[in-house]
């Protein structure tokens, strides 16, 4: 299939977002399915954002004094077993080894799905005192979840992630904790991803297996449906408990440490799609774009025009911004569409005229703006563009979201928001009316909303309103 | 148990090297053992390391034009059969997912053992012309294989590597990378471990399962005992026949790729704790050390010292090496064995009589050298004694290579020699003479040299000699 052909196979956004999601996915060249129904191949374009997240989240981790570990990919069956609440969330969707290419194995190993339980068993070894805590690890890894219905980035059988894990003396640091990385979660979105989340508490029945609390990032995509992005969990000490992790404090009074865990996965890929994608393909946040300026020569057999390359590359490294200069034997119109696909943040176009006239074009992804910029100011004038496209994007991110957070005081008045898509808060009875609300609608409780009641009755159950929440469709 | 103890338990190392070893990497808090015999935790100070390798490698393969991916963790059963060398060699050692929290699979999925069969798949799908290719990929993972005998670092049932997987249009491309990426790995023990490899190609019978040509890096632990720590390998284009990776040539006609693959894993940090490690505990190389200077004050209660402790700080930063102050309320002389058993490679000391003479005391890990360093010196001194004991430690590993290899003219001589620990150079009648060797001795055959006959007639075998072997008893 021609490059040609590939680019103009997308399918329309509003015609088809799923269909559009995916195609996009393969054409802007993150990801390619495997043989294995899935599990996907993150090639090096989609590998390469995964990358930038990670830089980003290594620097923050490190300030908060956290350190990365590597634990086994393999958790003993036994050993998985020894929480109840965790391993009944997890134990249907575990892909498990039983035998190698000689033997059958003693004991079935599952293949990690999440962390906890390795984290908790070393924690057991290696905490005695007050003077080890707090631990607070992270760690990089791939997971397994034998999930049924898969899709690129979003849900996968397997999928890339971070898992922090840390353990502490008081509750109170604990929380503090989870709360700290919740927000360095949120500015994540606010400085790389140019994605507005939306934060806050999960209700009971949205909570992680095994936590006491969950606290989530929630993004809202293009076609009005809400994306769970990261969540950060305060265990108390449920599996301290289960698994005697103990610390003698400064009395040699022997206590259980207090724990949380935190993630995020390559799910923000697939949220950095469907929040900014378009028509002609991605549009990738400047700060997290692998390519953040591409140059296009125009009429590249020109002496002037090949004279002017090296000069743009120097301009371009002097900025520290991450460039490409293509210069290939393909037409310029087909260089536009395929950077256009990959949601290349800013252009720049110059062919003889430009060079004559000491300037070139920069064209901005996102509004698709054409600028004339002195050649002279060109070094000043990039950064400060990216940081315009940044600011736009998140801005038109954060307008869409705020446009589609609806209040609803009666089941027809949700229902009938709930099809405008995005958000609709509404005060209920609990998980009674979450509940009903699923059956009904499909939509589930995003956070629990931290404001006063905005009815006294639950319009779903017609009981006493105890809770205010926000609900949407989510993927 | 007590720190203190803890340091004080380790092996000697001329006593019972392999405890020495296994001791260290627990109580320098390298790795620790998990639930599953064979799967290690590599703890922060273990895993630091071997983000230091990836940091060193990524800057590496960038400059080289390389791309990070991310393939599946499984094989389908059947593609894992396609090419037949291959699935012989790892057959045996391969783990098995058969079921799933719910149902049986399908199909058996291996884990990887490492991903060739997975990369040239995704090649055959995503190669079509010459303008495709090179493809320079590399991945960073686990992988898992089914040893019996495990030992940490060295030997695992699950270990982190890199693998990088390139296609090429000509078998002169596909061998200047094979060679290339050697050359890379030997810079990096040169640059980054302090350690010299002999470097070269393998025997047919040594050879990676489905690899015309394997090249290797071999390092000479302490103990005399080889140590394989990297390869690199020429698939021609066996894989390429196997899974169809075709490309159209410049004349349009249908042809093979060739292939190479090369990895480094983190045995490379058993390599290093082996070769300079001594009685005290580990001695990292400078470049690779995640600590390489620790400033410990005498005295700390002194207000002459607490007055000290930022301007130390302020100097160290300056130097922008990796750097710790340790003002906890230990014993100073608990905090020297506790760095040295880190291998931490500067020491600085500094009680109020120092403070006075404005100086500080710096001691270096490898040699245990105190050297007086004016206050106003620190600065321009730290970074240049840092390459100090980086060369002094290649220089002595060099060293201790050199007096290591010896030459074989009779079958006795060999033997003798073998005694002495290192390698042993003989010219053979190629395999007959390796089989005869390994059952004799244990000692396999390292590297192909690259040399005149030593003598003509094998002295294993009494055949015609027809190659020079470097053999040696190995890890």
Redesign the interface.
Known sequence: MSKEKLVKDVTSRDEDFAKWYTDLCVKAELM?Y???QG??????YG??I??QIQNYLNKEFKKTGH????????I?ES?FQKEKDHIEG?????????????DDLAER?I?RPTSEV?FA??YS??INSYRDLPIL?NQW??V?R?EKTTRPFLRGK?F?WQEGHTAHATKEEAMAETLQMLNIYDRLGKELLAIPFITGKKTDKERFAGAEETYTIEALMHDGKALQSGTSHYFGNGFAKAFNILFQDENNESKPVYQTSWGVTTRLIGAVIMVHGDNEGLVLPPHLAPIQVVAIPIQSNRDVVIDAIPKIEEVLESTGLRYKVDNSDRRPGWKFSEYEMKGVPLRIEFGPRDIENKHVVVVKRNTREKITVPFDELATTLPKLINDVHNEMYEKAKAHLESNIRVAKTYDEFKAHLELGGYVKMSVHGEEAELQVKEDTGATARVIVEEDLITNTCPVTGKKANITLLFARAY
Chains 1, 2 share one sequence.
């Open positions: 390619d495997s043989n294995v599990f996907i191949i993150y090639r090096p590998y390469a995964w990358e350190q990365n570990v590597y634990l086994p990919l393999v003993p050993l997890f134990a249907p969707e575990t892909a498990i080894i039983t035998t190698t290419g000689v190993l293949v390795l068993d070393h070894k290696i690890y890894c791939s397994v034998w397997e890339l």
